[in-house]
């Protein structure tokens, strides 16, 4: 099992930024993946970025040039930095971890960006 703990979320004007953090702890498997999804009111949950334990990384169209994703040294740490944030960012964001064929969720933060 893995735990995940997202923090980070909260209310910023439109341009602003924000940075959300996520650790895991448990049984974490050497090869993974961590990455931070989103939930708008009415609306799927969507990829937002994903990092590999090998640094890869992949962002949705709509993020790219504006959110950063990395990972912390000891590799349980994922952090996604929001820059530039527009009212559409709006959402619960939710931290990622995938290993062994078994995906783990954070409990979820509140991205409100006003216009």
């Known amino acids: 099992q893995v735990q995940l703990v997202g923090s980070g979320g909260g209310l910023v004007q439109a341009g602003g930024s924000l940075r959300l953090s996520c650790a895991a702890a448990g049984s974490i498997f050497g090869i993974n993946a961590m990455g931070w999804y989103r939930q708008a009111p009415g609306k799927q949950r969507e990829l937002v970025a994903r990092i590999t334990n090998k640094g890869s990384t992949s962002y949705a169209e709509s993020v790219k040039g504006r959110f950063t994703i990395s990972r912390g040294s000891a590799q349980n740490t994922v952090y996604l930095q929001m820059n530039k944030l527009k009212p559409e960012d709006t959402a619960v964001y939710y931290c990622?971890?995938?290993?062994?064929?078994?995906?783990?969720w954070g409990q979820g933060t509140q991205v409100t960006v006003s216009s």
């Open positions: 990622n971890h995938y290993q062994l064929a078994h995906e783990y």
